[in-house]
Structure formats: C-alpha cells, structure tokens
C-alpha cells in the first residue's frame, strides 16, 4: 500500500505541470498496487484544483476518486487523527 500525497494527483491532469510527466510515470508504473488516499489528500487536492481554477479537473477527479476502485479511499477517524496529533506534538 503507497499512502498517495496532493502534489502527484495535482500534476497528472495538467499538461503546463512541470511534474506532469513524472505523475503519469508514477501512476502508470503504480497503479498495480495499492494506492491509498485519504479524505484529508482528496480535499487537499480538489481545493488546490480550484482555487488554480482548474473547477472541471476537481470535479472530475473527485467523481473518479468516489465511484472507482483504482485507488483506496480511507476517512480519517477520530481516534486516528488524535493518534497522529499525539506523534505530531511530541
């Protein structure tokens, strides 16, 4: 399992992304496996999508994201996120 970061599902959709290339190497090369992304990575990206206006990509990507199962989407919980903070903080 590979916990995904915003900055690759930011770059694969944009042909202009100077990581563009990379991404979609990443991805291709990946997609075998198990690739997790959080709620908190999904928000993260959609809200750089937009507020880059890039609305159809965030849409667009969001949709992939809940109706397939090409990646594993995971919800933080409570006792997950204050397990976090604790390393986080300490």
Known sequence: ???CDTSGW????????PNHER???W???????????TDY??????TLFRAREQNE???DFGQQVLDGDWVSF?????????????????
């Open 10 to 17: 930011y770059a694969a959709p944009l042909d202009d992304d």
């Open 23 to 25: 991404a979609l190497v």
């Open 57 to 59: 990509i965030a849409i």
């Open 1 to 3: 399992m590979i916990l």
């Open 27 to 37: 991805l291709e090369n990946n997609l075998h496996r198990e690739l997790l992304l």
């Open 74 to 90: 995971h919800r933080i919980n409570k006792r997950q996120w204050m397990k976090a903070w604790k390393m986080f903080s300490t």
């Open 41 to 46: 990575t999904l928000d993260e990206a959609l």
